[in-house]
């Protein structure tokens, strides 16, 4: 008779990437070295697509003892910034990553041109006078330019002519000389040079010559003797020209392996229509707490604890994945309901008169800031005769099941006391204004000997409030594929086509609310990036431009999932 032994070590299950590791290191395929690299272009503010991409480069190193090189890809000074390269540092050290070395494709122009000249010198590579278009048009054909079999003297020549200044852009390119009936369009031929009479931002005016990202990427990887070259599936096509150059150049080979992008609904990523949402003035910046930017995740309150986690839920694949925003929204909820202190705020404010308490005093209720963690401590909270509540807390009429306030009813005022409603005024709209009640002197929270039942409300004293304003983000799109909708246009000769709707139109109207609203006074000293829970509201955070005289909140995400709700 045979049992299963339930305490034999569970097997730890191992993504593709992971696995083909642990094969290079049972082969010694790069000597049990891991070294892999996280190459951003600097012509932008990461995104949480990034982030996957900077969790998996860094995170597998790490778990095999390997480093991680943090490597600017700056070949094109057109649309390049050092303040992308400073910004795309900060939000590396804040999901908690560090790199190796800081380093530039730029730092390699020398030794790549010195690359590009010794193909030449192998009949592997050419000048090409042809247009855009023409070459284009032959590479679809699978037809070779009439520039192809240039000899390797002229070629020098020409290249040397493109490095120097002789021609202007767009006059010719480098090309590499592989195969015009390649299956893969990627290895038909393709661009490695161009040139460009723009200074760049490290090398100034040295080139006007600039190398492409495929011939860059795997001769930079090669160059630093980087062993597991990681990016997203869209390089999957690249990988034989990856591999190409490195075996005509005789140069340390590395791997590409390539995972699914992480693409998230009601969310578009792609920089040039982040772009326009910002040039067009419909949000502030890049950092514009709607943005899925990290920098703007981060102004929200975001934690990088709550990314990093996000991104470990999702895995990694060969598939495509499409993620639920909601998904990551759990991950930030989860994450601030463990850390964030609890406070009270009131952002639509009713004034209550507590009508039997003694006017002109002030009593001090000491109040913990985490139920569950009582390391968070407490503060002292100052309750007085006339406090402020919401307004969606009290109702002219009640059914039995309501736990809020409503005339006749009782209702826990937190931490405080039961105040008991008595009446209530409106204006000549017919709008409440103001609320009268009478307290319970014998239901002080911890004190408690009343006996009565009641639900609970949180609240703030009018006297000691401190004015805040909140901002309440939401979805920056209403629509869950901004971009996927297409409808029937005409095109210039009068036919009829599928055109793509502008993805503007689905943004979101209701994305920012901005309130008035009065915070509890232990709030004032908040410093920028603080967060917390406002009870019964949600998850907000202290904005970077928030000071103690002009306190600003944004709300980071609502204490459960309206989205869902609305959907359902």
């Not at 804040?94 to 010794?118: I, M, N, P, Q, V």
């Not at 109702?395 to 405080?416: H, T």
């Not at 979805?475 to 029937?488: A, I, M, Y």
Request: hydrophobic share 30%; with cysteine; proline share 4%.
């Amino acid at each position: 008779m045979s049992h299963k032994n339930n305490d034999a070590p569970k097997t730890e299950s191992l993504n593709f990437i992971e696995r083909i590791i642990e094969e290079h290191n049972e082969t010694g395929k790069f000597d049990n070295r891991v070294l892999t690299r996280f190459p951003p272009e600097p012509n932008g503010y990461l995104h949480i697509g990034h982030a996957k991409a900077i969790c998996i480069n860094f995170g597998i190193a790490q778990k095999y003892g390997g480093k991680t090189n943090l490597r600017f890809d700056d070949t094109n000074p057109l649309t390049e910034e050092t303040r992308f390269v400073n910004s795309i540092q900060e939000d590396i050290k804040w999901l908690g990553f560090e790199w190796e070395k800081l380093l530039f494709t730029s730092d390699y122009f020398d030794t790549l041109y010195e690359y590009a000249l010794k193909l030449i010198k192998d009949g592997l590579a050419y000048v090409d006078f042809s247009t855009p278009k023409v070459m284009d048009d032959e590479k679809k054909k699978g037809q070779e330019s009439k520039y192809r079999n240039s000899t390797v003297e002229e070629n020098l020549a020409e290249f040397d002519k493109m490095k120097n200044g002789a021609y202007e852009e767009g006059t010719c390119v480098l090309r590499l000389k592989i195969d015009m009936q390649a299956d893969n369009r990627h290895m038909r031929d393709p661009v490695i040079y161009r040139i460009l009479k723009t200074p760049h931002h490290r090398t100034g005016d040295k080139w006007c010559i600039y190398p492409m990202y495929d011939w860059a990427h795997g001769q930079s990887d090669s160059i630093e003797r980087i062993t597991h070259s990681l990016c997203s599936l869209e390089f999957e096509n690249h990988r034989p020209l990856y591999n190409w150059c490195q075996e005509k150049l005789e140069i340390y080979r590395s791997q590409q392996i390539e995972f699914s992008r992480l693409n998230l609904d009601y969310t578009v990523t792609s920089k040039r229509k982040l772009k326009e949402l910002i040039e067009l003035g419909l949000v502030q910046d890049w950092d514009d707490p709607r943005m899925p930017t990290l920098s703007g995740m981060r102004r929200r309150g975001y934690t990088p604890a709550a990314i990093r986690d996000f991104i470990d839920r999702a895995g990694v694949s060969k598939r495509d994945q499409y993620l639920a925003l909601s998904s990551l929204e759990g991950s930030v909820r989860d994450d601030l309901n463990k850390h964030a202190p609890r406070v009270m705020g009131v952002l639509n404010p009713l004034k209550v008169v507590i009508t039997n308490y003694p006017e002109g005093t002030t009593e001090n209720l000491e109040v913990d800031y985490h139920q569950k963690d009582e390391s968070m401590g407490s503060r002292t909270i100052p309750f007085s005769r006339e406090v402020y509540i919401e307004k969606e807390d009290f109702a002219i009429e009640a059914n039995r099941k309501w736990r809020r306030l409503a005339p006749g009813k009782d209702v826990r005022l937190k931490g405080a006391y039961i105040v008991h409603c008595t009446d209530f005024k409106t204006d000549e709209n017919g709008a409440v204004v103001e609320v009268h009640c009478t307290y319970y002197e014998n239901s002080r929270s911890g004190q408690d000997t009343s006996g009565i039942k009641a639900g609970v409300i949180h609240w703030v004293s009018i006297e000691h409030a401190v004015p805040a304003q909140v901002h309440l983000y939401d979805r920056l799109f209403s629509d869950q594929n901004p971009t996927g909708h297409k409808e029937k246009g005409v095109n210039e000769k009068g036919e009829e086509i599928e055109v793509s709707i502008d993805f503007k139109t689905f943004l979101n109207p209701n994305s920012l609310k901005t309130v008035s609203a009065y915070l509890e006074p232990s709030l004032v000293n908040a410093q920028p990036s603080d967060s917390f829970q406002f009870m019964r509201l949600g998850y907000f955070c202290v904005d970077k431009d928030s000071t103690k005289d002009n306190l600003i909140f944004n709300r980071s995400v609502t204490l459960k999932d309206s989205w869902a709700k609305q959907k359902k």
